[in-house]
């Protein structure tokens, strides 16, 4: 069971390996309201289903990634997993702008946990909230840190370019990480959906936890100003873990 549990866990897995803050400029913004559905799949057989999408609430951003697994594997092993992201609308940082809090509720198997964190950028300060332990505390961060969530949506603003590699600061698991990307080459695949031109990206992790993958992740974005994720992949015990996209309204 444990490599189904890589399955429907890799999506998740791609909101915290991107990625960065930094002073270029932004080419473009996403598409709001924005949603993208994927497969998640080992050895080819369907173990669960993931979704990304985006919303406007209230004036502020909300970017709500899900994981489900399928059926069969619900048997054995459940997951249904939920993220969101809220953020403040453009600011100096970021042209997204920076997030006013992060939850995190998930059930995988008898695993659970219900997390919330709660950003204050005039202090420096992120307080972590654990409700299942009814426990919190305050670290401090640096200016421009985002969430795992938020970190990928900047990165899609950001103009990529193939051998410039980047790193971003991101908040998650209690600590502060410097995350770096690998930014690898140019390739068109075959999806569901038709043809892609993409750009290749790798992620090189240092974080911990549920986020944590001991094989080279490879996201596939689409190379034009959207930066659709269309297909990420990774190395398990045994074969390969896909996400790939096989619905989108952008």
């Not at 993208?36 to 080992?42: A, K, N, R, S, V």
């Not at 993409?198 to 993958?213: A, D, H, Y």
Request: proline residues 3%.
């Amino acid at each position: 069971m444990r490599l189904r549990r890589y399955a429907v866990k890799i999506f998740l897995f791609i909101c915290f390996i991107c990625f960065f803050f930094c002073s270029t400029l932004s080419v473009s913004a996403f598409n709001i309201p924005e949603k993208f559905i994927y497969d998640l799949t080992w050895m080819g057989i369907k173990a669960g289903t993931a979704t990304l999408e985006v919303v406007d609430d209230n004036g502020l951003l909300k970017i709500i990634s899900t994981a489900r697994s399928a059926s069969w594997v619900s048997v054995f092993y459940t997951v249904d997993d939920r993220i969101v992201s809220t953020l403040f609308k453009n600011d100096l940082f970021s042209f997204i702008g920076q997030p006013k809090s992060y939850r995190v509720k998930i059930r995988e198997g008898r695993h659970r946990r219900d997390k919330e964190v709660f950003f204050d950028y005039a202090q420096k300060k992120a307080t972590y909230f654990d409700y299942l332990k009814k426990n919190e505390k305050t670290y401090d961060i640096p200016s421009g840190v985002f969430d795992p969530l938020s970190g990928f949506y900047h990165l899609r603003t950001l103009d990529l370019a193939v051998g410039k590699p980047a790193s971003v600061t991101i908040f998650d698991s209690k600590k502060v990480w410097d995350v770096g990307v690998e930014i690898l080459r140019r390739e068109t695949v075959k999806l569901p959906q038709g043809s892609f031109n993409t750009i290749v990206v790798k992620p090189v992790m240092k974080s911990e936890g549920i986020f944590f993958s001991k094989g080279d992740i490879f996201i596939w974005l689409t190379d034009d100003i959207n930066h659709i994720p269309v297909k990420v992949e990774t190395k398990v015990a045994v074969g390969y873990v896909k996400a790939t996209l096989v619905e989108g309204m952008y």
